[in-house]
């Protein structure tokens, strides 16, 4: 076929899109001839066709259409089809594609932000290996302080699963994690072989990152604490073979950045510098193939995820209703000292799609946590009032800042990502979501959650009464509700929307998925140039 007959097929094509006597079906189907010719015989195409096409992503009658989201993604991956095959043209088409991520919403919104997610390039993580030695060996608290030569600075404590105390080596503290109740000795091996790979790797984060120092006991980094000295506190979850790594960690190791405890809340300063050292670092870590997989625990319904094949966990792309934002919060795994609990982090190797996913929670996780602290000023001003009315905690806001903190987190992630200082007008309306994260985190709508019986008989009858009595029951409401009966409203928010529906913050995800393409774009820009 000629280049005249070639182009001839382009321009009918477009006028397909551009012509209202065309249906739905058809100007699909001329989408989709276009995206062929890109890949094909890309020199036919021209700022013509990307004209053409960034009208149909724009298009208010291609939106009323049940399938308008794979009318979207296939005009959005032609677009970004035009960046990878066109000599000429991927400069315009990248342009339209970031300038289409600030003017839309919905299906749309998500089809340009994944196409652009998608942009190829190459990420090979390290391999980290969680070798066991078996038997594993047995060990007491002492034995530890002598093996090590540490003396104790005051009497240990539990920090969650963690027995803690302060050592004589320089304000430095003895962590030994437990496992939990229904853990193996072989669940704890990846986190000391990460803290001895990022300690080879600290030099060069150029930011501070004290990364804790793995120990060894009897030649191997797992073992079973055969004493425990201080009482285990009753809602620790600790396995009774005492299976358990160690580390010596910074002092301010346990200091969270957005603490509820009055004493320990920090100034706006102090704040700002932190999260956006720790976005830094996450943009960093991912750029080298070493993704964390749980900054904070994101699901869209915790109480059914016994019985659901997703298990519950969030999928931000579908912008589900979240599952209790504000108590997700409350234990970061970012800190003063950077980022922390290594058991979470997977050595990435795979295609980009796969790591937007993973940045777009890390993204979602940064801006949560900068919302709760505001919110944990005061966290006593949580659920409903008397009246059943909710309680109204926005003055906690300020929106200056908080419309910093969401710039400077996505600036400060993608410098660590990509390795430059991103260049331009971000497509953030940071006015819009800002005043958004102000209406849905400061006021509490959404506090219910429905027990559903199909998850009633999931449990056993001590594990139903457990739930209840963590909700707040008492011992005479739990009698009056038999397991598998009825279904159970549970006042248990703040969540973000109701229980089986959207979440309320729409706004936030889309902001999430323009911060995660931008990255992807602006790394597969690197890449080209090298």
Not at 236 to 252: C, E, Q, S, W, Y
Not at 269 to 281: I, K, Q, S
Not at 298 to 305: C, D
Request: hydrophobic share 40%.
């Amino acid at each position: 076929m000629t280049t005249r007959d070639l182009e001839k097929q382009r321009a009918l094509s477009e006028l397909a899109l551009k012509d209202s006597a065309y249906d739905f079906t058809a100007k699909y189907m001329a989408v989709c001839h276009l995206h062929s010719l890109v890949r094909t015989n890309p020199g036919v195409i021209n700022t013509g066709t990307i004209f053409a096409l960034k009208k149909v992503i724009e298009d208010p009658l291609i939106s009323r259409q049940t399938q308008a989201y794979f009318m979207y993604r296939e005009t959005a991956n032609t677009l970004c089809s035009m960046i990878t095959h066109s000599e000429n043209l991927p400069d315009q088409a990248l342009f339209s594609l970031k300038n289409l991520l600030g003017k839309t919403s919905g299906h749309a919104h998500r089809a340009v932000a994944e196409a652009l997610g998608a942009l190829p390039f190459s990420i090979n993580g390290p391999d980290i290996h969680n070798d066991s030695i078996e038997p594993v060996p047995d060990t007491t608290f002492q034995e530890i302080l002598e093996q090590l030569d540490l003396n104790t600075c005051g009497s240990p404590v539990f920090i969650g699963r963690s027995l803690v105390t302060a050592v004589d080596r320089g304000d430095r503290l003895l962590v030994v994690k437990l496992a939990r109740e229904n853990e193996s000795p072989a669940s704890l091996y990846g986190e000391p072989h990460w803290m001895e790979h990022l300690q080879e790797q600290a030099c060069s984060f150029d930011v501070r990152f004290n990364v804790p120092e793995a120990i060894e006991i009897k030649g191997s980094h797992v073992f079973n604490l055969r004493d425990i000295p201080v009482a285990i506190p009753h809602d620790t979850d600790i396995h009774p073979k005492g299976h358990a790594i160690g580390f010596i960690a910074d002092k301010d190791y346990f200091t969270y950045p957005n603490d509820a405890e009055k004493e320990r809340q920090l100034t706006h300063d102090t704040f700002g510098e932190v999260m956006f050292r720790n976005a830094y670092l996450l943009g960093r870590l991912t750029s080298l193939g070493i993704v964390h997989s749980a900054l904070i625990p994101l699901f869209h319904n915790r109480v059914q995820r016994e019985r659901r094949r997703d298990h519950g966990f969030y999928e931000w792309p579908r912008a589900g209703r979240l599952d209790g934002w504000l108590d997700s919060c409350s234990y970061p795994n970012l800190g003063l000292t950077g980022i922390r609990d290594f058991e979470h982090l997977i050595g990435f190797k795979g295609v980009s799609r796969r790591l937007y996913i993973h940045m777009g929670a890390h993204f979602l996780s940064l801006l949560l946590v900068a919302g709760s602290y505001f919110r944990n000023k005061d966290r006593a001003r949580t659920g409903c009032d008397t009246l059943g009315r909710p309680i109204d905690a926005r003055d906690l806001f300020d929106k200056p800042f908080l419309k910093k903190l969401i710039h400077n987190i996505f600036i400060s992630y993608y410098h660590g990502f990509v390795g430059n200082v991103f260049d331009g007008e971000a497509p953030l309306d940071l006015e819009v979501l800002s005043s958004r994260m102000i209406e849905e985190m400061g006021v509490d709508r959404h506090m219910e959650e429905v027990l559903r019986v199909a998850d009633q008989n999931e449990m056993t009858d001590g594990a139903f009464r457990k739930f209840l009595e963590s909700k707040g029951y008492s011992l005479d409401e739990i009698r009056k509700h038999k397991k598998g009966l009825e279904d159970i409203t549970i006042h248990s928010g703040p969540h973000l929307g109701g229980f089986n529906e959207r979440i309320s913050l729409p706004e936030l995800i889309e902001s999430v998925g323009t911060m995660s393409a931008l990255c992807i774009a602006g790394r597969y820009l690197e890449a080209v140039r090298e």
